[in-house]
T-cell receptor, first 117, second 112 residues
Framework: GAVVSQHPSRVICKSGTSVKIECRSL??????MFWYRQFPKQSLMLMAT?????????EQGVEKDKFLINHASLTLSTLTVTSAHPEDSSFYIC?????????????FGDGTRLSIL | SQKIEQNSEALNIQEGKTATLTCNYT??????LQWYRQDPGRGPVFLLL?????KEKRKERLKVTFDTTLKQSLFHITASQPADSATYLC???????????FGRGTSLIVHP
């Protein structure tokens, strides 16, 4: 149980393109989902917390107009990288908890490798 | 500032031996600590959670200890196998928030 599906797994596109990444909880409802960015051999960097039915909470230094987050239902959150540039190339991963509270593990998608040419 | 430190150098061990990975933290008072496994190009997978009032937690060949005085957690894999080769991440709660903060992970390589 507690499966999170993330699509697409890989995107290669030209500079200036907007890219949408989907994160779905397949067998549980997720009021909150999280979006991370990870550089090679680095830790997961939390970008934003996605809340169903309300605005996302962005971490300091993350441009909300650049990384648009929509959490339209209890099983789907999307991250749109708008007008992507080569410096946006990275590994983006989403996660969700099956419940609230500090004792709940995170269930991760398999990530999206974004390459901007 | 808050810091989570995991050894950036890969740990190389022989199959059958016990692998021990370390997670040190400063300026945190975590209520819990989690360990995850991450394979190349994949998202992390949850392994174990240990709370501040627990000294030790076990799951099959895995054992985690949590020393809040030393501000350290040790992650052990006994009878290691080549399939255990991966990067292992520790994560701490932010104190008052259920959102975990992750260390950069330690790569484990088990040689047959």
């Amino acid at each position: 149980g507690a499966v999170v599906s993330q699509h697409p797994s890989r995107v290669i596109c030209k500079s200036g393109t907007s890219v949408k990444i989907e994160c779905r909880s397949l067998d549980f409802q997720a009021t909150t989902m999280f979006w991370y960015r990870q550089f090679p051999k680095q830790s997961l960097m939390l970008m934003a917390t996605s809340n169903e039915g309300s605005k996302a909470t962005y971490e300091q230094g993350v441009e909300k107009d650049k990384f648009l987050i929509n959490h339209a239902s209890l099983t789907l959150s999307t991250l749109t990288v708008t007008s992507a540039h080569p410096e946006d190339s990275s590994f983006y991963i989403c996660s969700a908890s099956a419940g609230q509270g500090s004792n709940q593990p995170q269930h991760f998608g398999d990530g999206t490798r974004l390459s901007i040419l | 500032s808050q810091k989570i430190e995991q050894n950036s150098e890969a740990l190389n061990i022989q199959e059958g031996k016990t692998a021990t990975l370390t997670c040190n933290y400063t300026n945190y008072s975590p209520a819990y600590l989690q360990w995850y496994r991450q394979d190349p190009g994949r998202g992390p997978v949850f392994l174990l959670l240990i709370r501040e009032n627990e000294k030790e937690k076990r799951k099959e060949r895995l054992k985690v200890t949590f020393d809040t005085t030393l501000k350290q957690s040790l992650f052990h894999i006994t009878a290691s196998q080549p399939a255990d080769s991966a990067t292992y991440l520790c994560a701490l709660d932010r104190g008052g928030s259920y959102i975990p903060t992750f260390g950069r992970g330690t790569s484990l390589i088990v040689h047959p």
